[in-house]
């Protein structure tokens, strides 16, 4: 559903995208404040745009590029301390599949500074930043900046030498080494739609997408809550027990309405509680950490076994009979206490799943606690207010039996399957490989293929009822988890399966991948004699090809003035690929576009492939820097030059943007940028040969 969404969105906002404005979603201004003579607080203040987000100083080595500042060396002040932000959002970066601090809509720095001039003087220095909206981040940029300071008439008149700060260089150099890991990082954790879009107001996050469908996600789980052994049989119980007033029938719907609400406040308080407790303060370390993560990996596997009758898991009777006397009372109290009774008697089948909600939202924000309570006890309070509203409904309800059960065995192999990606994230963290993707496939395809044979009758467990038959509803839920199984099984050799892309580790992850092996054997025969290979359509070898690839095993170039120079020797026009290590949507482009075969032809045939990175961080020999046309500022790195390139040729600095040149650099159609539509991106490859050959004649 969110993949239809979003490609319906991206159809309406095409045609702004394809010509959209270079971005500039921070603005900065700088100020002073000087109480006293003797110090100054210097502020850097950060405006940023709707949708978008800075990132803090304090950002994790294998994040993405933090805030930096670095003051030029003065004797004129010294700086008092580090720079200082405000309190940053805490929550998970979908970019960057990890916990991560940024600021949205405003940010203010402060750094003190002890003035040492009797003189007025200027303080002069260098930010470098990051910011990310939900759909792609932009390469780190550079801010100069200056600020006034006035003298300290209580200085000596020897200024003393300043603290050493760090030079505009020295921090360019440190983001240097960070940004090409740190990109490509974002690649890694994308998920289209499902990412949640960090840089919105408070006011926003309500409608967050990511918010909504685990609301959702936690409302469906709240319904399977109700068809459970321990929850639906009390339905008609508790529901009776409020219509026992003949008397006055609006007290006793006023009474199940109070029912209703306390279920869900209790649900939600208990989140609320899981959020304030461990959400955003323990958030990196339930994210990151390998212990968490074994830990809630067990838990998964005692909620299984629980759910498939190995064992129940109760609560303390003398806490359940508690609540019962206390519901014994009546009255919009015993109502209360009714509801949290059930919340009680109902754990051992709504605590699995109510665990599982928790663990799943405790690593992220400290909001998705809450929604997820709220979502679940808002469908697990709806069946028993609706039917106290209208109890002629109870005599349309099914009986429990041996179904109920069913339910909760289906819903205990979820468990187990939903549980191995907590391991899952443990093992690619720590590099242990104890559950490669093959491995991890294999898991899943076995516990989805005993699925579909217990729904079948094949498998019983050991309350279970006997199943003289198998029911309509049985046969079309096991042709569907037959069908998923067989949809797994060509993944074990390397097949993307690119629906369960969040779910399995990545294809990197893959040991024995059959499309790689053909491919060298193909080679290895060719090079032996037993057939010829396709002839290479590289003019020369490509620079920065040793560490730059092309998907597809596509030939090419990462370099513009080598690329030109190939065009104009074998006369064909330039395919330009403006892309980036972090790019999301760049790699959607190439895994769901570029590997159709019509378009992989066209662009073998008839282009000279050329990606430019416009986030490489690898610096050039001094004789290759460019001073920018567009800035004024010297560019000393692959990125640099090639995201110069982009702006000042074409006016636009996202990613990916796709432009068609003839072999004198001169545009053959409209530049394109992200739309998953194939028969587009073919008619716009068709255009670009269409007018080379037309100028040609």
């Known amino acids: 559903m969110k993949k239809i969404l979003n490609s319906l969105f991206l159809l309406v906002i095409f045609p702004v995208i394809s010509f959209s404005q270079i971005l500039e979603p921070i603005t900065w201004t700088f100020k002073v404040e000087q109480s006293k003579p003797e110090e100054a607080t210097l502020l850097l ?4 745009d709707r949708g978008w987000h800075l990132y803090s100083q304090d950002i994790p080595p294998k994040g993405p590029i933090p805030t930096t500042f670095s003051f030029t060396k003065s004797k004129s002040y010294q700086l008092d ?8 959002i805490l929550e998970n970066d979908a970019q960057f599949n990890m916990v991560l601090k940024f600021f949205a809509d405003k940010s203010v720095f402060k750094q003190k500074i002890k003035v040492l001039n009797k003189k007025d003087f200027v303080v002069k220095g260098v930010l470098n930043f990051m910011c990310c909206d939900d759909k792609q981040c932009l390469p780190p940029t550079d801010v100069e900046f200056e600020f006034n300071v006035k003298g300290n008439p209580n200085a000596s008149t020897e200024a003393v030498t300043a603290t050493p700060a760090a030079t505009p260089d020295t921090a360019k150099a440190d983001s240097s080494k960070k940004a090409e890991a740190a990109i490509a990082k974002a690649d890694s954790g994308a998920k289209k739609i499902e990412q949640a879009n960090l840089g919105k107001t408070d006011a926003d996050k309500a409608a967050d997408q990511s918010l909504l469908w685990f609301f959702l996600l936690s409302f469906i ?27 006055s029938k609006r007290k006793a719907r006023l009474e199940a309405l109070v029912y209703g609400l306390s279920i869900v406040f209790i649900y939600t308080v208990i989140g609320t509680l899981v959020a304030v407790t461990l959400g955003a303060n323990f958030a990196n370390f339930l994210s990151t950490h390998w212990i968490p993560n074994v830990f809630f990996f067990l838990i998964f596997m005692v909620f299984a076994a629980s759910f498939l009758g190995m064992f129940e898991i109760t609560l303390p009777s003398w806490i359940v009979n508690k609540a019962d006397k206390q519901a ?3 009255g919009y109290s015993g109502a209360f206490f009714m509801a949290f009774t059930l919340v009680l ?12 909600i928790l663990v799943k939202s405790a690593g992220g924000a400290l909001v998705m606690p809450i929604i997820g309570m709220l979502g679940f006890s808002l469908a697990f309070a709806l069946p028993f207010g609706l039917f106290a509203f209208f109890p002629s409904w109870l005599h349309g309800l099914p009986k429990s039996g041996g179904w109920l059960n069913s339910v909760k065995v289906i819903l205990g192999f979820l468990e187990l399957a939903l549980g191995l990606k907590f391991l899952s994230i443990a093992d690619q963290t720590y590099h242990w490989h104890i559950l490669d993707r093959e491995v991890y496939l294999a898991f899943w395809i076995v516990i989805f293929f005993l699925m579909g044979m217990y729904l079948i009758g094949k498998l019983k467990f050991n309350h279970d009822s006997d199943l003289p038959y198998v029911s309509v509803p049985r046969i079309i839920m096991a042709i569907i988890v037959f069908s998923f199984v067989v949809y797994m099984v060509p993944g074990m050799w390397g097949a993307p399966l690119k629906a369960l892309s969040g779910y399995l580790p990545p294809a990197t992850y893959q040991d024995f991948d059959i499309n790689t092996i053909v491919q060298k054997e193909v080679g290895s025969i060719n090079a032996s004699g037993g057939g010829s290979q396709p002839a290479s359509t590289l003019c020369e070898t490509p620079k920065y090809g040793d560490f730059l690839k092309l998907p597809h095993g596509l030939e090419g170039y990462f370099d513009y003035k080598q690329a030109l120079a190939c065009a104009k020797k074998q006369n064909k026009p330039i395919f330009i690929d403006f892309t980036g290590h972090g790019c999301v949507n760049c790699r959607e482009m190439e895994a769901n576009v570029w590997s159709d075969p019509n378009v992989l032809k066209r662009m073998r045939e008839n282009y000279i492939v050329t990606a430019l990175y416009v986030d490489d961080k690898t610096e050039l020999p001094e004789n290759e820097w460019i001073t920018s046309a567009y800035d004024k500022k010297v560019k000393k790195t692959i990125g640099k030059i090639f995201a110069d390139l982009q702006i000042t040729r074409f006016n636009v600095n996202s990613q990916p943007y796709y432009v068609l040149l003839d072999t004198s650099g001169n545009l053959l159609s409209s530049p394109r940028a992200y739309d998953l539509d194939i028969d587009k991106f073919i008619k716009f490859l068709d255009t670009g040969t269409a007018a080379f050959a037309k100028q040609q004649k």
């Not at 301390?81 to 940053?88: A, C, N, R, W």
């Open 45 to 48: 203040i950060a405006k940023i």
């Open 81 to 88: 301390g580090k720079v200082l932000e405000q309190k940053p």
């Open 221 to 247: 789980a709240g319904l399977a809550a109700i068809i459970t052994p321990c929850v639906f049989p009390m339905i008609p119980m508790t529901v009776t027990f409020f219509m026992h007033d003949t008397t």
């Open 328 to 330: 014994d009372k009546g």
């Open 345 to 356: 008697v109902s754990f051992s089948c709504t605590g699995p799943i109510v665990g599982a």
